[in-house]
């Protein structure tokens, strides 16, 4: 049984920064990828950033030069850092993990208020 906990979430005043953090356990197969998304409320859900097994990273545009994802690959556990926070980016994150089907933490709520 594929886990995955979230950590991290909270308020923040625009302008701060959060450090989000996911582990995986539980697999017996090799995570191809992880990643966060996000929801806010009456939107879509969005990517927000993923990292693959080897490395590569992708990002939505609007947080490009703001968030970074890293991942430590022993501890099966991604992080992502998101600095200089906007209202906008107020939402649920989901990490997720592509092994043989994508899996989901449990949401984490980010909110960015004065």
């Known amino acids: 049984q594929v886990q995955l906990v979230e950590s991290g979430g909270g308020l923040v005043q625009p302008g701060g920064s959060l450090r989000l953090s996911c582990a995986a356990s539980?697999?017996?197969?090799?995570?191809?990828?992880m990643g966060w998304y996000r929801q806010a409320p009456g939107k879509q859900r969005e990517l927000v950033a993923r990292?693959?097994?080897?490395?590569?990273?992708n990002y939505v545009d609007s947080v490009k030069g703001r968030f970074t994802i890293s991942r430590d690959a022993a501890k099966n556990t991604v992080y992502l850092q998101m600095n200089s926070l906007k209202p906008e980016d107020t939402a649920v994150y989901y990490c997720?993990?592509?092994?043989?089907?994508?899996?989901w933490g449990q949401g984490t709520q980010v909110t960015v208020s004065s």
């Open positions: 997720y993990a592509a092994i043989r089907r994508n899996y």
């Open positions: 539980g697999s017996q197969f090799s995570i191809n990828a």
């Open positions: 990292i693959t097994s080897g490395g590569s990273t």
